[in-house]
C-alpha cells in the first residue's frame, strides 16, 4: 500500500523561504508520477507541480514557476518541494500525491494516493 507523508510547512513571512518533504512509501519514485498539491481555504485543490516518473523531469503551474522547484532524491524515497519567495496566495495546506503511469499528470483529480498535507502560512 503506498503511503505518503509530508512535513515541513510553516509559518514564514512574505518573500521567505520553505522547502516540503514528503517520504514515500510502498512504491519507488521512479516508478510512480508524483506532484504536489495545495488547497487554499475556500478553494479546491490545485496541482502545482508533478515530476514524470520516467526522466523525473517537472512541470509547474504559471503561478509557481520560477519560484517553486520540485526534486526527488530515489534513494531516499523522498520528494521534495522548495519554495522561494513566498507570497501571502501561497497560503495552503499542501499534498504530496501519487499514481501509476509514465506521464505529466497535471489534475489533483487524477491522484490515487495522497498524503495528510502540511500548512504553509504566509504572513508577516
Known amino acids: 500500500q503506498a503511503q505518503l507523508v509530508e512535513s515541513g510547512g510553516d509559518l514564514v513571512q512574505p518573500g521567505g523561504s520553505l522547502r516540503l518533504s514528503c517520504e514515500v512509501s510502498?512504491?519507488?519514485?521512479?516508478?510512480?508520477?508524483v506532484a504536489w498539491v495545495r488547497q487554499a481555504p475556500g478553494k479546491e485543490r490545485e496541482g502545482i507541480s508533478c515530476?514524470?516518473?520516467?526522466?523525473?523531469?517537472?512541470h509547474y503551474i504559471s503561478s509557481v514557476k520560477g519560484r517553486f522547484t520540485v526534486s526527488r532524491d530515489n534513494a531516499k524515497n523522498t520528494l521534495y518541494l522548495q519554495m522561494n519567495s513566498l507570497k501571502p496566495e501561497d497560503t495552503a495546506v499542501y499534498y504530496c500525491?501519487?499514481?501509476?503511469?509514465?506521464?505529466?499528470?497535471?489534475?489533483?483529480?487524477?491522484?490515487?494516493?495522497w498524503g495528510r498535507g502540511t500548512q504553509v502560512t504566509v504572513s508577516s
Open positions: 500525491a501519487a499514481r501509476g503511469g509514465q506521464y505529466y499528470y497535471t489534475r489533483a483529480d487524477e491522484y490515487e494516493f
Open positions: 510502498g512504491f519507488t519514485l521512479d516508478s510512480y508520477a
Open positions: 515530476i514524470r516518473s520516467s526522466d523525473g523531469s517537472a
